[in-house]
Nanobody, 121 residues
Framework: QVQIEESGGGLVQPGGSLRLTCTAS????????MAWFRRARGKQRALVAH???????EYEDSVKGRFTISRDSAANTLYMQMNNLKPEDTAVYYC???????????????WGQGTQVTVSS
């Protein structure tokens, strides 16, 4: 079973920075894609940034130029550096990992529990 752990959220003033970390752990799996989603109060969960095997990255328009994702493949870890944070970035941020488990050769998609990011003065 693949477990997802997120960390790095917190309270920051507008213009500040945070780095989120997502790690997939377990045994007998390979990761195909990792992504960060966020859910603001009263809104649906939405994609923020996405990494795909091969190194392709994509960003939601409102975070382009401010957020950057990077991956440590050996550690199955995805980072998201968030700079110039704005109050509208306030949300619970979730990590999603998709891949394949070798035991059954079946695909999986797992979510972390989320980490709160609050941008406020």
């Amino acid at each position: 079973q693949v477990q997802i752990e997120e960390s790095g959220g917190g309270l920051v003033q507008p213009g500040g920075s945070l780095r989120l970390t997502c790690t997939a752990s377990g045994s007998g799996f390979s990761v195909y894609a990792m992504a960060w989603f966020r859910r603001a109060r009263g809104k649906q969960r939405a994609l923020v940034a996405h990494w795909t095997y091969g190194g392709t990255t994509e960003y939601e328009d409102s975070v382009k130029g401010r957020f950057t994702i990077s991956r440590d493949s050996a550690a199955n870890t995805l980072y998201m550096q968030m700079n110039n944070l704005k109050p509208e970035d306030t949300a619970v941020y979730y990590c999603n990992v998709t891949g394949i488990t070798f035991a059954t050769m079946s695909a999986f998609a797992s979510w972390g529990q989320g980490t709160q990011v609050t941008v406020s003065s």
